[in-house]
């Protein structure tokens, strides 16, 4: 069975951007990362090659919590945000347990949670997006280097075809939890050995 849709994601760490393209190299959005900047998201998703194209989605990395506000552009109202937030389950940075819930384009309202696995993806740090009524595992996050300092790539396949809202959210939101674990673990091996590299390591709920 085909993917409902497939994504190539490029990481450049010096100049704190990701890419997306398909897997044919068609390239669809630039995305600039922005991580001190007052009043800046710190993900802003353009259409195109670089930071000239329209904006699609912003996602909002909140202070003093782990949690982040996803906003996505409203064709119909281009000046406004539909927000959906993406929540961390528990507080340890070792339990790596994102979940949203979103209306879908039919008007259905479903819950969807991020966890780290083993057992899919072709990467060395993966993750599956679990619909919560069904379990059913409709997207894997396969990371091949990009939590790394040099140029990274990864890949998100996303198996069913809940419309191009929910493929949007699925890409920011998984964007999102490896841009968050990516600071988290610079943040601790900036702060030297010990405690917090140890828990960058670590990785509870891993199936």
Known sequence: MNPAAQYHITHNFKREKYDVSTTNKTHLYHIDSSTFT???P????????DSN???VGVCKFRHFSSDCEIGLRQPERPNEMNWV???KEGFLFMKRVYWFRMELDDGTKQTFTWKQTRSLGSGSENHKLVEETSQTVVAVLSSG???SKKPGYGYLDISSNLGPRFYLTALISGIAVVE???RATRSGAGAGAGGSSAAAGGGGGIC
Do not use: A, E, S
Request: aromatic share 14%.
């Open 38 to 40: 007052i009043g800046k």
């Open 42 to 49: 710190d993900l802003t998703f353009h259409h195109g090659p």
């Open 53 to 55: 194209g329209p904006v």
């Open 85 to 87: 937030y993406l929540h």
């Open 145 to 147: 280097g990009i939590f």
């Open 180 to 182: 968050r674990i990516r």
